[in-house]
C-alpha cells in the first residue's frame, strides 16, 4: 500500500476538488446579476407583456457579455439552455422554439428565420428560396422555392419544390413575408438582379394553391435601380417582414433614392440628400398595388440620425412611422386605406436617452427603451399612448442585490418582444 | 485489475518528478505574478494620485479596477498553463516511445509481464488523463487562492471582486478547461480521452508497420476524426437543420463512443498480434 500514496493522493485531490467545485460552486445562476424593471411612473400592467433582449458586459472584464432576457417578473440568461443547444442549437427565437416544440417534425430542416414564416389558426407556412452553388459567386443561380404548408387540423402538409420563373436573371433572393389569404399562399420576396452593369431590385409576390403547392402567378410589385453611378445609391426594402408572422392586410415597402453631394456651405464634405422617398402598398387579399408619397415624413438627412424608418409598424390598415428628433419621437400614424395622414403624435423624451433607443409601435403603444444602461442609467423605458402621445409608463432597468455586484457595466438592449 | 493498478502506479512514478516541476512551476508563476501585476497597478495608481494629482476617478477610468482578469490576461497566467498542456501532449508520445528507446528496450519486459497486455495500453493512458485532471484540479484551487490574495493586495476601492465563473469566463480557453457544468467537463474530457486513445493507436500502428505504419497511422487519425464529426457533416451538407441540437449531441456522443472502442479494440489487437519490438 505504501507505494501508492502517490497515486492514491492524485486520485483523491482530483475527485475531492472536481467534486466540490461542480456541486458547491453552481452554474447557471453565476451568469451575472438579476434585472428587473422598475416602475417610476403609472401602469405597471403596460409592461407586463414584455420582454427586452439584452446582452450584459461587466467593465473591465473580457469577454463578449451575455445574452439574456429581461421583463417585469426576473432575468432570464442565455446560458440557461442545455449544453446541447449550446454546441448544436441555431439560434433563439421564442416563436422557433414554440414551433420547434409543437410541430416537432415539421420544422426539421427549416431555416429559422421569421420572414419565411406565416401562422393563423388554420394553416402554419414556410417559404424559402434554395440554392445550389454551381458557378462562380455572382453568376446567376438555380433558385428554387422551397414551399411547406401545414394544415393544423388535419395535420396534412403540402411540400412542394418549384424552379424560380426567370431564375437565371437573379443572382440573389430573399424571402420577406409570407401570407396565406384564400386558398392561395403569397410569398414576397426581394430580388437582385444583374442588368447592363446595374443592379436592381425587384420585389416580387409569387402566388401558390395552397392545396397543391403550385406556382400560380409571378408578380412584380417594384422595380428600381439599386444604384446608378457611385454617387447614388437607393434602399428598396419591405417595411414589415420581421415578427410579422400572422395575417396582414397591406405588405408595405419603401423605396429611397439618395444621393452624395458636396455641401459648399459646410466645407465641402460629401452629405446624403434624399432625392426621392415613396412607399408602395400592397393588399395582400386584392393584390391592388398603390403607390403614394407621405410629405409628412420630411426626407431629411441629418448628421448622425436616420430620418426615415427600417421598420414599420403595421396594424390592420394603419402604419405607424417612429421617427426620432432631438427632443423626443415623432409618431406618425398613416391610413393605407385612404391614403392619408391620421395624425402625428410627438413622445417627449428626457435627455437621459442616448441618440438611438429601441422603438416600438404595438397594441396602440409606442415603447422607447434605451439601448445602453448603465448602473446610474436613470429612466431607460417609456411607453406612450400613439393616439394621445400620453406617457403611460415609464420605468427603469433596476440591478437587482446592487451591493453583491459591485463595478460598472453596461446593459445593451437589441430589442423588444411582445410575449 | 491489481496488474492494471500497479503497472498506474508504475507509469506514474516514472513522470512524477517532471510532474512536481510542473505543479511547482504553476503555483510559482501565478502567485508571483499576481504579486507582480498588482503591485505595478497599485504603484501606478500612487504615481497618478500622489505624484501627478490626479483624482482617484480618473485614474480608474484611464486604467480600471484591478480585477483576476489582469492576472489571467497576462503571460503569468497562461504561460505555466500552455507549458502543461505541451508537455502533457509529448508526454502523449514519449510514454511509448521511451519505452522502445530507452536503455534497455524496457517494452519488451512490459510485454512478456503475465497479465492482459491492454493493461499497459490503459494504465498508460489512465496516466496522462489522471494528471490531466490533477493539472485541472491544481488550477481550480488556485484561482480560489488567487481570489482570496488579490484581497490582500488591492484595497477594496480600487479591486473589482470576480466569482470564480467570471474568472474562469475572462481567459478564453477556460471554458473548455474547466466548462461550467459538470455536463461540460465530461464533454470536453471525454472528446479529449478518445482523442489519447486515438493517438495512443496510432503510435501502435506506427510501432507495428514502422515507417509504412506512419502513413497508416496518418490514415487512421483522420478516419478516426471523420467518423466523430459524421453527424456535423450529415446535418450541414446533407441534411440542414433537420437534427435537433439534443439529436445532435445524441448522435455526437455515439459518434465519439464508436471512435474510442474502435480506438481500444485496435490498439489490443496491436499490441497481442502485431507489435514489434
Known sequence: MKRYWKLIILTAAVILILGLFYTKTGTANDNGPSFTIKKIQGNEEEISNILLDANYHQSRTAGSGHSLQISAEGTKYFNEQSIAEQLFGFGWDRQIERWQKE?????????????SFFENGKFLAYADVNYNFTGPIGSSRDFTFDIDILHKETGG?????????????????????????????????????????NHEIEIHVYTFDIQTGELLDDKIIIEEKESLDANQWAEIMILNKHEHIGEEEYVLAKVLNVEHVQDAENSGDYVEQVQQLYFVSYNVETGEIKQ???PEIKPFAAAGISPIPDKAQISGSTVYFAIFTTDGIDVYSYSLETNSLQGSQKVPLEKSFSDSPVIKVAHERIYIVEWINKRDTDKSIIVADVESGEIVYSGRIELQEPEAHSGEYELYIHDIIFN | MTNFFKLLRFELDRFFKLYIVLIVVTIVSQLAGLVIISKLYMRRAREEIVVNQNS???FLETYGQFSLANLTHSLWFFGPIALCIVSLLIYVFFIWYRDWFGKNTFIYRLLMLPTERLNVYLAKAMTIFTMVLGLVSLQIVLIYLEMNLVRLLVPRDFRLDLTIHEVIRSFDYFNILIPDSFLGFLISYGTGLMAVFVLFTAILIERSYRLKGVFIGGLYVAASFFVFI???????????????????????????????????????????????V
Open chain 2, 230 to 276: 459524421s453527424p456535423l457533416i450529415l446535418s450541414e451538407i446533407f441534411l440542414p437543420r433537420f437534427f435537433y441540437p439534443i439529436e445532435m449531441f445524441l448522435l455526437e456522443v455515439f459518434a465519439g463512443l464508436i471512435v474510442m472502442t474502435g480506438a481500444i479494440w485496435l490498439g489490443y489487437y496491436l499490441l497481442n498480434k502485431k507489435i514489434r
Open chain 1, 292 to 294: 403614394f408619397e407621405i
Open chain 2, 56 to 58: 482617484m476617478e480618473s
Open chain 1, 157 to 197: 402538409r403540402v411540400k412542394r419544390e418549384t424552379e424560380v420563373p426567370n431564375r437565371n436573371q437573379y443572382y440573389s433572393m430573399s424571402v420577406e413575408n409570407v401570407q396565406v389569404t384564400d386558398n392561395v399562399l403569397k410569398v414576397f420576396t426581394s430580388n437582385q438582379v444583374e442588368h447592363q452593369g
Open chain 1, 103 to 115: 410541430y416537432r417534425s415539421y420544422m426539421r430542416g427549416k431555416w429559422p428565420s421569421l420572414s
